[in-house]
């Protein structure tokens, strides 16, 4: 089983920046894939960002990559979501995502946990 819980979001004026931060519990933590999603008013939830067990490899949907970096630290359990140049169509409820795999794309489909999500809102 993993836990996780997200923090970092808040509203930010369009070209900031942000840093989310995703806490995991679970002694494996170092055995998954994890990543970000993000959920916009009216819309379905959409894949982000997602990064192997090593941090080595990374995995970004278009409209992020580029300007959003995804890092891992595992000896504190975490993941960090560097969002820059924001743009108001990044406005979402962004949720952290975690899959026992090793393939770091394997995330975009197969999500096994995850977190309550925290709202990102950028205003134009």
């Known amino acids: 089983q993993v836990q996780l819980v997200e923090s970092g979001g808040g509203l930010v004026q369009a070209g900031g920046s942000l840093r989310l931060s995703c806490a995991a519990s679970g002694r494996t933590f170092s055995s998954y894939v994890m990543g970000w999603f993000r959920q916009a008013p009216g819309k379905e939830r959409e894949f982000v960002a997602a990064i192997n067990w090593s941090g080595g490899s990374t995995y970004y949907a278009a409209s992020v990559k580029g300007r959003f970096t995804l890092s891992r630290d595992n000896a504190k359990n975490a993941v960090y979501l560097q969002m820059n140049a924001l743009k108001p169509e990044d406005t979402a409820v962004y949720y952290c995502?975690?899959?026992?795999?090793?393939?770091?794309?394997?995330?975009?489909?197969?999500?096994?946990?995850w977190g309550q999500g925290t709202q990102v809102t950028v205003s134009s």
């Open positions: 995502a975690a899959v026992q795999a090793v393939v770091a794309a394997t995330l975009k489909n197969t999500a096994e946990y």
